[in-house]
Nanobody, 124 residues
Framework: QLQASGGGSVPTGGSLRLSCAASGFEAGDYAIGWFRQAPGQARLPVGCWSSKDGFTYVENTMAGRFTISKDNSENTVYLRMNDLKPEDTAVYYC???????????????????WGQGTLVTVSS
């Protein structure tokens, strides 16, 4: 089970930290991907984290404002978002790829497990 949380409404320039908590999965390497879907638009990748090597990646359009990290004391991956803009308004999803050998990637199809999404609204 994946549980995404931490969304909310913030003004332009604000910050949020989204959490993706995983439970009930078999031990082994895996990847967590973050994606977002703005109203009326297709779902797009945000970034990823891999347990295989701790590698993280954030899409170029968000790099410098968004960071992805893992809390080693908990089975939670975070998406920290700073300097939010109205165009960041979207439902944010986390997903898990159980084939850890693929490493960090943002291709949707290998992500077999998806959280329910959390809404981020940035007002101008």
């Amino acid at each position: 089970q994946l549980q995404a949380s931490g969304g909310g409404s913030v003004p332009t320039g604000g910050s949020l930290r989204l959490s993706c908590a995983a439970s009930g999965f078999e031990a082994g390497d895996y990847a967590i991907g973050w994606f977002r879907q703005a109203p009326g638009q297709a779902r797009l990748p945000v970034g990823c984290w891999s347990s295989k090597d701790g590698f993280t990646y954030v899409e170029n359009t968000m790099a410098g404002r968004f960071t992805i990290s893992k809390d080693n004391s908990e089975n939670t991956v975070y998406l920290r978002m700073n300097d939010l803009k109205p165009e960041d308004t979207a439902v944010y999803y986390c997903a898990l790829d159980p084939i850890g050998g693929r490493g960090c990637h943002v291709r949707e199809s290998p992500y077999h497990h998806w959280g329910q999404g959390t809404l981020v609204t940035v007002s101008s």
